[in-house]
């Protein structure tokens, strides 16, 4: 973690906090809808489609511990 408050106090990591940690439960993966994809080069007749579609994942942040 980057920053952490326990209302009173401020602590700065730098890069993180020694010792914080963050806990989260995987709610659920999906995936996003589609994307289409189409290029198109005039003249010389090159026409593509591709389709895309991006992972996600639904998480739920169970707790902060802010360490020692």
């Known amino acids: 973690m ?5 209302g009173e106090a401020v ?8 010792g914080a940690s963050v806990a989260a439960r995987v709610d659920e993966h999906t995936r996003d809808k589609k994307v289409q994809v189409y290029k198109y080069k005039n003249k010389t007749r090159r026409r593509v489609l591709r389709g895309h579609r991006q992972q ?13």
């Not at 980057?2 to 326990?6: G, K, T």
């Not at 602590?11 to 020694?18: A, I, K, L, N, W």
Request: aromatic fraction near 0%; glycine fraction near 12%.
């Open 2 to 6: 980057l920053l952490v408050s326990d």
């Open 56 to 68: 996600r994942t639904r998480i739920t942040i169970t707790g902060i511990s802010a360490g020692a």
């Open 11 to 18: 602590t700065v990591g730098d890069p993180t906090v020694e």
